[in-house]
C-alpha cells in the first residue's frame, strides 16, 4: 500500500510559476508508474504528466514545453514545475502511483487568476 500526499498548491496570476511536491510512504524506486493529474470543476480528471520508473516522461500536448514532471528515490517525491501558468490550468491536482494497485493523493488546489 501506497499513502501520497501533495503540497505546494495555491493562488498565482497567469504567467509565475509553481512547484507542486508528492511524497510518498514508501520507496518509490519499487513504483512502476507515477503521474499527474488534474482535474478542473465540471470537467473530467485528465492526465497532465507521468514518469516511469527508469525516469522516461509524457506530457499531455497543453503542458509541453511549460511543465516538467520529476522524481527523487531519495527523497521518495515526485514533482511538478509549473511555468508560464495560464487560467485554463485551474484545477486540482492529484498524484497518482502504481504499486501492486493504483493509489491516489487528496489532491491540492492551484488556481491561476489575476
Known amino acids: 500500500q501506497v499513502q501520497l500526499v501533495e503540497s505546494g498548491g495555491g493562488l498565482v496570476q497567469p504567467g509565475g510559476s509553481l512547484r507542486l511536491s508528492c511524497a510518498a510512504s514508501r520507496n518509490i524506486f519499487s513504483i512502476d508508474g507515477m503521474a499527474w493529474y488534474r482535474q478542473a470543476p465540471g470537467k473530467e480528471r485528465e492526465l497532465v504528466a507521468r514518469i516511469s520508473r527508469g525516469g522516461s516522461t509524457n506530457y499531455a500536448d497543453s503542458v509541453k514545453g511549460r511543465f516538467t514532471i520529476s522524481r527523487d528515490n531519495a527523497k521518495n517525491t515526485m514533482s511538478l514545475q509549473m511555468n508560464s501558468l495560464k487560467p485554463d490550468d485551474t484545477a486540482v491536482y492529484y498524484c497518482?502511483?502504481?504499486?501492486?494497485?493504483?493509489?491516489w493523493g487528496q489532491g491540492t488546489q492551484v488556481t491561476v487568476s489575476s
Open positions: 497518482y502511483a502504481v504499486y501492486y494497485g493504483s493509489y
